[in-house]
């Protein structure tokens, strides 16, 4: 591996936004947060949300309500990623110095669970983003505030499902500029504006609801990856299942430790990679829409496993039928375990959220041991083992001085605080962990808390909140290898974090009994909005056919191309029809959901002209989109087997060459047949 990715790739999650801001302050819980953040009024230019959204909430205490809602994550294909570094390709204007993604596959997703009960509010979101940060919460935090004249502070929990290949470019910053690209102020602001539509639209959606949730014990969807460690991994795959009003399944909540990286960077691919293979092959589980969200666990130290063997011979890519199949079998395990979970209608909910130290001092290192004032990474030195029981742990002797200093290195250093929270929801404590934990770090904060409280039910997420790389118990840390190289502040951080987030759930169970035992530094500062409104790309034409599709035979792939609209506007909606008793309808899910190109039913491309590689800053360009419909796949696809007469039906938006306006269009091909 080579080093400057090793040192990028464990950097770059951890940027400071806003400077230090490490004076300390008692609490930085509910409204004091708000104090410290910049005015929720300010103004911000939007074309997705209005800043005169009214709700159809109703006012006081109200008995548990549930709502749920999805949309696209609003970037364009042609982002960069963030996760894997630069592989071939070529530059976008939607990068700056890296090549931008050419294919969508399950284009990365925004879904929002919305809970209220006796006044008391909790969002739970799922961004299909490589990591969090505190700036997008209290930015969300904020937006949400002024759109509903509600305090949302310390009431918004943001998971990111670690895919590999989504949008970079969203952070300020050096660090995550080496990574991700330069920051992109447009993208970064847009996707709050996709943040707040989508928690808005899970607010309004709220309804009368139940509660319950359970676990499944499986190895089937993921293996331990690092062997410097004992062999340990958490097979529980937790489901909380949340109800609508009929009683019915409304979205369901999984937890569980699988890392995003089946797909690789030399791909360009802009995907979910397998979190949304298992989100996908979940809702086949419903003959209605349920709304699936998968958060990660302490999946620092494990690796998605492979697929079943396929069912036939398929066109599709090796990867593609790895995702899929793992959906598969996460599909069966979750269908089988929902019927049978018990959900009540009388539910607490409570949430405190709190910021920690996180630097030298604060972690306890002495002096010359750990010599980083600014954090430190790569730490390298020959000795890297796999773990014998029989031997034991196997330190490498020096390890803690032989990294890399982020500050002399990159002239800033790691931001010297991190940010995490916690939830209960009826009888279950749900706690958040900053960053990639491994498995045995997740457990300790349960252990903590359960050494206290026995009979406390407890849930740990990693990867959400905040992101300070990766966190390893110190034994471990000396063992080396790549996670250890990723945890910024060494080899305290994995202890020193899993003990604050500890003392958060304690004083959430018994404040009195229970205060925190450490001084709170300042939340990280949200900066103004002055970005220039994007110029969106004149299409010189849309909704005019390029290809047609042709009759396929099992195993081929139907192609059609049309001309539509710059990438800024999002994926066109591509729906399948099929002809039936001289009528066209649409294909569908389990769930009676059409196929619009939002799952993993299609491989999505766009060809510009002029060429990117031939005019970065045209802004009149022939946008040309092809869509690859596989005949078969690797198992069976929720939609069955095709076989028969189809046709596609696109509507999408282009900004119209003699308007100059954002209009739609639609294009609908030819019929072709589709034969065993």
Known sequence: MNQFYALFLTLAFAVACGGDGSTAQDTATGAEIADVITDPDVAIDTDVVSADTVLDVPVGPQPFRVGAASMLLPAPLGVPICGNFPSGGGKTPYSANFPGTTTVYMHPTLRAIALEAEGERLLLVRADLIGMRPLLVHALEQRLTAETGDDWTGRVIVGASHTHSSAGRIMPGMIWEILADEFFPQLFWRLIDGFTQVCLAAIEDMEPGAFGWDTALTDALHHDRRCENPPLQDDRLWVLRFDGEDGAPKALLMVHSIHGTVIGAEALHFSRDILGGVEERVREAFDHPVTVLLWQAGAGDMAPNDAPEPVGNDPIPKDYGRIEGVGEVARDLVGGLVPDIETTTEITLASLSAYAPLDRQA??????????????????????????????????????????????????????????????????????????????????????????????????????????????????????????????????????????????????????????PFDQPAPFEVPMNDASAWNVSVSVTAGTVVTEPVDAAASEIVVFEFTGGDPWLLLPKILLEREVDGAWEPVTWPSGEPLDGTGYEYIITMNPDPDYATSLSSTVRTFTWRVELPTRRHQTPGFGELEGTYRFSVTGSHRDAESLEIESYSVTSGPFNITP
């Not at 982020?406 to 010297?416: D, W, Y």
């Not at 206290?452 to 080396?480: A, C, H, K, M, N």
């Open 363 to 516: 972690l306890g290192y002495e002096d010359g041991e750990y010599p980083y004032e600014g954090g430190g990474a790569y730490c390298e030195k020959e000795g890297d083992q796999c773990y014998d029981e029989a031997v034991g742990w196997t330190p490498i002797e020096g390890l803690d001085e032989a990294c890399l200093d982020v500050e002399l290195f990159l002239g800033e250093g790691m931001p010297r605080k991190t940010f995490f929270s916690s939830a209960r929801i009826g009888d279950l404590l749900l706690m958040t962990y900053p960053g990639e934990p491994v498995t045995s770090c997740t457990l300790e904060v349960e252990e903590n808390i359960k050494h206290e409280f026995p009979d406390q039910e407890i849930l740990v997420v990693g990867y959400s909140q905040d992101y300070i790389g990766y966190s390893t118990p110190e034994d471990d840390w000396y063992q080396g290898a790549y996670e250890a190289s990723g945890a910024i502040w060494g080899p305290k951080q994995g202890d020193y974090v899993t003990a604050r987030i500890s003392e958060l759930g304690l004083h959430m169970l018994d404040p009195e009994g229970y205060p925190l």
